[in-house]
């Protein structure tokens, strides 16, 4: 059984997918950019400011599944530059525990939706 988790927190799908879905207590959540929620508008200022804004998106992903941080156990972080790796580092390290940190890849790629520098998508078991 599988179940749509939406949120207003953070940015609606634009196409044919849906923010997460839980199937069981498997969350599995789609990309997130840095589109500000309730405006709308990219936050491209800087690397970590726009980190910030994907890990506050999935933030919001996640507790509309009534999880956090804790409960993630993969990562797929794809970045347009590999030189920004420890900046983006950083950022996302700052919302985990390292000890418990999950699973993760990143992979540069040649582009992202909207031409963003950061795309975030995670699994989470409840």
């Not at 920004?84 to 996302?92: C, D, E, G, M, T």
């Amino acid at each position: 059984m599988k179940k749509i988790i939406f949120t207003e927190k953070a940015p609606a799908p634009i196409g044919p997918y849906n923010q997460a879905v839980l199937a069981g207590n498997t969350l599995f959540t789609s990309g997130q950019i840095a589109l500000h929620p309730e405006t709308g508008k990219l936050v491209l200022e800087d690397i970590e400011t726009e980190t910030k804004q994907v890990m506050e998106n999935m933030k919001a992903v996640l507790e509309a599944a009534g999880m956090t941080f804790e409960n993630v156990v993969k990562t797929s972080i794809f970045i347009m530059d590999m030189s920004n790796f420890a900046r983006i580092n950083a950022v996302y390290g700052a919302y985990f525990d390292e000890k418990f940190a999950p699973a993760r890849e990143t992979v540069q790629v040649s582009c992202l939706p909207k031409n963003v520098n950061i795309e975030i998508s995670m699994i989470a078991i409840k």
